[in-house]
């Protein structure tokens, strides 16, 4: 762009694209407290379980030498409520399940979402999940299996929304923004994590675990209505933007393709190492997320041995860090990008290194301070923050690489990293299983291999240039 360039950048958070940041933002916390809602109910669901010593005791105690907390027992149920006698393996398929709904979607619903436009995908999928929780308190009474059903069917829905945000970004962000924008939005799955691990325990001691599924599940009925009534495809079609808004992303966007094309280059993405480098990522990335995710309010009530209230308040605030990570990642990154000192391969490599490197090392660290209050918690807060790092590198390489099917890909990343959530619960759930203190131990050394091997393969294969298969090949036709 010329001279009056930097002046249609103009508004940031008065600019509608920012606007839809925080729209969707809205939409990331709805999706994630819905997913993560059972990681802090199962504590009051199972009763004693969740320390796997004694997979079916009932009213379980911490032991007499336990360092003591301050607040309730360790144990309280709430009146009314069910209590289920799940062991830590049934409690590791019931984690992983929605995982299996997701990677069912994720390649179909990203294909789709960039021919049947986003906004409908990503709509359907929010509502669909929302429902879904308000009847899971229906399917625990009702048995294991329909629970197992319904969480299925609820990542089914959850990849349908996942997926499509990128068809959306491909078409709303301006390269210089897509750090910034897609981080803000991102921002919304920390934050959620957050909130519903902060105030879930305080939820299921005071109405019972049941209103966890209740409260979320309408919140995210509420979300569907903004969406469906806010939301555009693309800037071209939306009804408030700007002229000069609308010209910036569109100018911004030029060499972009704008038209959809049907056919799908497999054979050349099979090919591409750059593309097997971003899928490295998200499967290191999304092992130990899941972890931390799923077992966190499980690992802080069985290690630190603290009631369901303080175990969900204690797991909410390594999302804080994350929340912030994430924003200021992407603000870092964009900056680093608008004033050229780095080069864009640089800046995602570098991000990428951070985002796994340093929440590895705080997983190894973490099984040596198991005795320290204080420790624990300061490493607990640090990996989720740190791997949010990662937002910023690999996350949204595909937008880097191929954007006119970053949809697409973005589909299959997220199945890779699917893939590594299922794997990570089931291990997570078997290894515990066998011993609590080496198993946890073995949890987290396993986690940072992991990391480590998938970093090196990214470091050395990750590219940020569009691909030639990814080019627009125009056409002529008279």
Known sequence: MDAPSPRRKGPHFCSLRCGLALIMLFSNFTLITQRVSLSIAIIAMVNGTQRPAPPNGSQGSPPADAPQRPGPPTQQVQAGTSVYEWSPETQGIIFSSISYGIILTLIPSGYLAGIFGAKQMLGAGLLTSSLLTLFTPTAADLGVTLLVVIRVLQGVAQGMAWTGQFTIWAKWAPPLERSKLTSIAGSGAAFGSFIILCVGGLISQALGWPFIFYIFGG????????WFTVIYDDPQHHPCISVREKEHIVSSLAQQPTAPRRSVPIKAMVRCLPLWAIFAGFFSHFWLCTIIVTYLPTYISSVLHVNVRDSGVLSSLPFVAASSCTILGGQLADRLLSRKLLRLVTVRK????????????????????????ASTVALLILIPGTSNLCDSGFIINTLDVAPRYASFLMGISRGFGLLAGIIASTATGFLVSQDSV???RNVFFLAAAVNVLGLVFYVTFGQAEIQDWAQERPLTRL
């Open 219 to 226: 919140i995210g009925c509420v979300c569907c209505v903004l």
């Open 350 to 373: 570098l991000f990428s290194s951070l985002g796994l490197l340093l929440p590895s090392l705080c997983a190894v660290a973490l099984p040596f301070v198991a005795s320290s209050y």
């Open 438 to 440: 080496s198993g946890w």
